[in-house]
């Protein structure tokens, strides 16, 4: 009960203070023709995405809506968050990371016309005004989970992905979280075609994940986004090589080729954060129903 009273007051407060923010808030989708592919990318788990046929067309089940997230600022939204439902098919060996499900919720969001950087601010204000009221309105919770969320920093430290990796090998998430005591930024990470490579600097990309200290590990990913239509294809057809089936993403592109509204988001998962303030062994252990990859659902 704790991990619901947790969870009702991060929910309550991240809608109070996007609202407050200037963003509106859009229903979810469970059921698209298109979805985020998650990859290519050697380090994901998902074993298939998840799907229903319905009178004859085949849907996929959203892993996340950062494509709808894009289309729906074509319609003249410029500031936009979903509570987004997520269903990623992780393979059972995910149990072991603590911190995979196999169904959770993200605070997804969009800016238009906003740099990564924006992003990132956004985001440090949002943690501190949220820790705030979690210590102030919580602190009997906190107090019997022996925990206390730190001071943070106005800016949070950022490192880059490929120093990381230098000095900390395959292992650098968890061996850098636990090494730290405050939130930290990693940023330039080669992944999906929607996320953009700067232009100037082929290889790098604009891109950011969110670490949590003490070995909680990653609670957000985002990124400016790749708006033109030119490079979209050419990132699409990029991943294709990798494995990516580019042929799922033509109606995207159609509708990329009308124009699309460059933008910068992100998605903070919601019992990851959750997780993190309770200092939770597991992320499933503040689910109230459990979605761990490699565990029987109960109901
Ligand atoms: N929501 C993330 C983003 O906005 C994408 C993801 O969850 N894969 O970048």
């Given amino acids: ?11 309550g407060q991240s809608v109070l203070f996007f609202r407050a923010s200037g963003f509106k808030q859009l229903l979810p989708i469970v059921l698209s023709t298109i979805t985020d592919p998650l990859g290519p990318d050697p380090g994901s788990s998902v074993i298939k995405t998840g799907e229903v046929e ?3 067309q085949r849907l996929v089940l959203t892993q996340s809506m950062i494509l709808h997230k894009q289309l729906a600022l074509k319609r003249g939204l410029d500031k936009i968050f979903i509570l987004s439902p997520n269903v990623r098919l992780e393979h059972p060996k995910r149990k072991e990371s603590g911190k ?8 997804d969001f969009e800016i238009a016309y906003a740099s990564m950087h924006e992003v990132m601010h956004f985001v440090e204000d949002y943690l501190k005004a949220l820790f705030s009221v979690l210590s102030q309105d919580h602190s009997d919770v906190l107090k019997k989970y022996g925990r206390s969320l730190p001071e943070l920093p106005s800016h949070f430290p950022v490192f880059k992905l490929s120093d990381l990796q230098s000095e900390y090998g395959g292992q650098w998430e968890e061996l850098k979280s636990k090494e730290m005591d405050v939130p930290f930024w990693v940023v330039s990470h080669k992944r999906e075609f929607y996320d953009r490579e700067d232009p100037k600097q082929p290889g790098v990309y604009l891109n950011y994940d969110l670490i949590y200290p003490e070995g909680f590990g990653e609670g957000l990913s985002g990124a400016e986004r790749e708006y033109e239509y030119e490079r979209i294809k050419m990132r699409i057809e990029r991943d294709a090589k990798e494995g990516l089936d580019a042929s799922k993403y033509t109606c995207y592109l159609e509708l990329a080729k009308e124009g699309m509204v460059p933008s910068a988001g992100g998605g903070i998962g919601v019992e990851r954060l959750v997780r993190y303030v309770l200092g939770a062994p597991h992320v499933g252990d503040v689910q109230l129903f459990r979605r761990v990859p490699g565990e029987r659902v109960a109901v």
Avoid at 1 to 11: E, G, K, P, S
């Fill in 1 to 11: 009960m704790d991990a619901m009273r947790i969870t009702d007051a991060v929910l």
């Fill in 54 to 56: 319905y009178l004859g």
């Fill in 100 to 107: 995979h499900l196999f169904e959770f919720t993200q605070i």
